[in-house]
């Protein structure tokens, strides 16, 4: 026995309801991870004397609804010219920043010494990987920076 086609008279009906479960994983999908966060390195050293140390610091401010997870690999890795930061691969347990008591997640952040080589321009180059996330997603997320310094 075969199985009878729906009548053309319900057809109009289904479409809506149709329609909306085939759009609906698509709007759950429609964040962009990289809105969630901003990444700062306010407070790092633009001046230095030669032969004199400055502070390279990186801070993720993750916004309402989200956070950076503290399951997934977090990485900083830093390389200068004309500057030798103090260590060339971080990861979370470097990070200044200490969940509070009853905090769920903390937003890293990092201060990383810097020597200054000799005088001219020199320059901090970051690569920071790290996951963000939120109740529906987690996605990764890689960010590079480069940081000019004077160096006197």
């Keep these: 026995m075969e199985t009878p086609m ?30 969630l966060y901003e990444v700062t390195t306010e407070g790092t050293s633009t001046q230095v004397k030669a032969g004199g140390q400055g502070t390279f610091v990186l801070a993720i ?5 989200a956070h950076v997870s503290d399951e997934a690999p977090l990485k900083l890795e830093l390389t200068g010219k004309q500057l030798t930061p103090s260590q060339k691969t971080l990861t979370r347990e470097q990070s200044v920043a200490k969940k509070a008591a009853g905090q769920q997640f903390v937003d890293p ?9 000799s005088a001219g321009k ?3 180059d970051a690569t920071l990987t790290f996951f963000i996330c ?16 004077e160096v006197q």
Excluded at 61 to 65: D, E, P, V
């Design 134 to 149: 939120t109740e529906k997603i987690c996605a990764r997320q890689k960010k590079s920076f480069s940081l000019p310094v």
């Design 61 to 65: 401010k993750s916004k309402a609804g």
């Design 6 to 35: 729906p009548s053309p008279r319900r057809l109009p009906t289904l479409a809506p309801l149709l329609l909306t479960l085939v759009s609906a994983p698509v709007l759950a999908q429609d964040v962009d991870p990289a809105t």
């Design 122 to 124: 020199g320059t901090l």
């Design 109 to 117: 952040r990092f201060e990383v010494p810097f020597t200054a080589v």
